[in-house]
């Protein structure tokens, strides 16, 4: 009944509100009191009991001092007040704090407290920082405990060390009380109270648990000196292993009022082996249960102060020098063993660091004020709704700082979430993102922008130990982290990337800066390009290194493809060349590009089975919104087979769009690109379509970017590249010799271009036109790689045979990953298709 009584007491308690317009009529009195809860009366009484702690504090060294070098007050103190002393002692007082502070040093050193009063300053001045500064370390309540028991305790024991030296370090108190308990229990009783004081204390405030000590010092003996103790037996560790768990109960609380709602009793069902050792046999027939009091506390405080843990940031190591050359390596261990295709252009050199800009930055600087500022703003804005945390550190990045909290016990998630535009109102800052939880941390992560965001040049990225040192197949630079740390992703396990953004934050950027963190890294014989512009200026500047790094397909045409026809026919040439491929890796037995690649080094390989090596293909499309506009099918349909099957055979995609719509990036193209890289986007529901989830609206622009590979997102900024470094790069690279032309991929004939029989021109016919022709028909194969190993022919020359067979009518059209359908069954009637052919 007490209990009901309890409750529904609290329960009125908490929906009471008072009524804001009930005026009450001052008492009688009260308005002469008022300046008691004045706030400046406030802080004049904090800053008074500042300056007394300090004035105490240099009263109680210089009668320290005087005292040790025997010219005291003393001996005039001791018998007369400070008054008569200051009215007869023309020669005025030896303490430096005049005849006031002689006093008071006499009366706290001399016959209180001794040396212990020392201790009494600290509350004295804490107390007064709360006054006038709002902030105090520890509650005042809790201080004047702990300097009671410190006090006590610090002067009987000076009075313990000092009494036979009639010293008075201990003062009156120490002095006397040690004599009285020296008389009371002797010289050893006052050594063992002083240790149970000591011991009551460490209880009081640390609730130390002597039990586990002393078990752990039973463990740490020896072995052979274990059998003094008693053996414990298994179902007796088993009840040790039940009552432990049960002290450790974990405590619920009630955040309305505050109390600690304990088990009240636990019913165990023991096993009978156990109940056997444990339970006399008149009491087996009931269960056992534990009753446990119900432990009430205060509901925790909301504490406004924290102390700042500020994470210093990772500096990457920078290693002036050129990226070393891969293939001399090669040359110099393996010569007669492996191939090399980097021979093809012995003298390429890798360009060298000194090309891109050094721009003049200032390294991060912590500004206290400022994270002080944004970290008080914080936790006052949880406090305002009632969302106590015990801890805060802050993590700061070249644009954006990170506090990381952990919440007080009790304290759900979504709460906290919920205050993202509470949170930015009071910080007055745009950009504030939530994380709750971090990932992998017990944490809840709120990321400010820094007032001064600093640049992250793309020289000090290729230039880091890290990029240097890097492994990766395909290695691109995004950046670095909130933490400072450079972030490096490997293109080839992507495997193809998708980058959405509005305009003018900094996607363009964003490309050349995977484009050169590649051509910095691998050599011309490994990797190729091939560049889709359809606002035909984004990526003109690569045009200089067409007979490096470009693919195209074949004629005289411009590699960097800007024409929407050109696009789709240059991906469905991707598209054949990815199925060639496949051939390839089916005849080598190999599963990847890596696998087969290291098998052709090792010249297990030949080109005269029509093996070759096969360099990575990078595809990047700069506008994929254009494309989707004026081709739609046509450009969605290779672009998805690319991006399911490309991957294992070294084709990689790179989409770009500013306009992140679901008609842009459809679910097919979305299903094949995990990776995703999204710059500041102008809705939620842009970022959703991106990144499947909030955060790119959020952003500050300006290379500031959210990377998510499907498990998490990861807040970097990008690395700046202006257009001069790119222009540098490729004149350097263009400068050198390369091969004759760019790689020519295989050529792709649409059905509007597509010719029949009647199209066929004897006289332009290939030399090996009927070779391959009565091959195809022989084996009723009509394959280009075929073609290529049986004839010991280049993959281009096959292509254009099997061109030239459809065009007679010998093969059918192109179907994709299938072979072509070979229309003539045997090789009599080749011969008699082959005469008609030729005689029209």
Known sequence: MAKQKSNSFRNSSDDFQPDEKVSKKPAKGEGRLAWLKDERTTKITGAFFI?????????????????WGFETDQDLLQSNSWKWYKTNNPKGAANMMGYIGAWFGHLFIHKWFGIASFILLFSIFTFGTKLLFKWQMYPILKILRY????????????????????????????????????????????????????????????????????????????????????????????AEKIMNSLREQEIRVNEKTGEHQGIKSVNLDIPPELLNDLVPEDEKAAPITFDIPTVRAKKPELASTFELKIETPVMEEVIEAPIPHVAETIRQTNLDELYDPKLDLPGYQMPTIDLLQEYEFTK??????????????????????NIGISEIKANIGPTVTLYEIVPAPGVKVSRIKNLEDDIALSLAALGIRIIAPIPGKGTIGIEVPNKKPEMVPMRQMIASKKFQECNFELPVILGKTISNELYIADLSKMPHLLCAGATGQGKSVGLNSLIISLLYKKHPSELKFVLVDPKKVELTLYNKIERHYLAKLPGDGDAIITDTKLVTNTLNSLCMEMDERYELLKSAGKRNIIEYNTKFRERKLLPTEGHRFLPYIVVVIDEVADLMMTAGREVETPIARLAQLARAVGIHVILATQRPSVNIITGTIKANFPARLAF??????????????????????????????????????????????????????????????ALILPEFRGDDEAGGKDDFNPDERDALFEDAARLVVMTQQGST????????????????????????????????????????????????????????
Not at 792 to 809: H, I, S, T
């Open 51 to 67: 300056l007394f702690s300090l004035f105490l504090f240099l009263s109680f060294t210089s009668h320290i001092i005087n005292l």
């Open 147 to 238: 300097t009671f028991f410190i006090v006590v305790w610090t002067s009987l024991l000076m009075g313990f060390i000092f009494h036979k030296h009639n010293l008075f370090m201990g003062g009156g108190f120490g002095y006397f009380g040690f004599m009285w308990m020296k008389g009371l229990v002797g010289y050893t009783g006052t050594v063992l109270f002083l240790v149970l004081y000591v011991m009551m204390f460490m209880i009081v405030v640390y609730n130390v648990d002597f039990r586990f000590r002393l078990k752990s010092l039973v463990q740490d003996l020896p072995p052979e000196d274990n059998s003094m103790y008693p053996a414990f037996t298994e179902h007796e560790l088993e």
């Open 364 to 385: 991060t600087e912590i500004d206290r004020s400022e994270l002080e500022s944004s970290k008080n703003l914080i936790i006052e804005t949880l406090k305002n709704y």
């Open 680 to 741: 500041r986007v102008t809705s939620k529901i842009d970022s959703r379509t991106i990144l499947d989830s909030n955060g790119a609206d959020q952003l500050i622009g300006k290379g500031d970017m959210l990377f998510s590979t499907g498990n998490d997102l990861i807040r970097i900024q990008c690395p700046f590249v202006d257009t001069p470094e790119v222009e540098k790069i490729t004149e350097f690279i263009g400068n050198q010799r390369g091969y004759p032309s």
């Open 785 to 840: 790689s075929l073609i290529q190993r049986k004839l010991k022919l280049g993959y281009n020359r096959a292509g254009r045979l099997v061109d030239q067979l459809e065009q007679a009518g010998v093969v059918g059209p192109f179907e994709g990953a299938k072979a072509r359908k070979v229309l003539i069954p045997d090789e009599v009637s080749l011969e008699q298709f082959l005469d008609s052919l030729y005689s029209k």
